[in-house]
Nanobody
């Protein structure tokens, strides 16, 4: 079983920045993609960004474009999300996930890290 552990969340003022990390460990399988998701109170979970492990192809949801950057360190099995120009509406629990090449669904999830952006 794969374990994902996020870190780097916190309280920041509007316009500030945070860098989130997600470390994968446990039973190994070849990752196809890893992604970042967020869920605000009373809202559905939504994808923030995802990255293809092999070639670094990225996808960003519109709200993240130009402000957030997803990256990965293959050797460390670590995923990052750089959050810049944060807005209060970015307040949410940010979770990472991983999926294999044989699955359209996201197979494993972390517990999330809280990002709170004050006005």
């Amino acid at each position: 079983q794969v374990q994902l552990v996020e870190s780097g969340g916190g309280l920041v003022q509007a316009g500030g920045s945070l860098r989130l990390s997600c470390v994968a460990s446990g039973r190994t399988f070849s990752p196809y993609q890893m992604g970042w998701f967020r869920q605000a109170p009373g809202k559905d979970r939504e994808i923030v960004a995802r990255i293809t492990w092999s070639d670094g192809w990225t996808y960003y949801t519109d709200f993240a474009k130009g402000r957030f950057t997803i990256s990965r360190d293959n050797a460390k099995n670590t995923l990052y999300l750089q959050l810049n120009s944060l807005k209060p509406e970015d307040t949410a629990v940010y979770s990472c996930a991983v999926r294999s090449s044989t699955s359209f669904a996201w197979n494993y999830w972390g517990q999330g890290t809280q990002v709170t952006v004050s006005s």
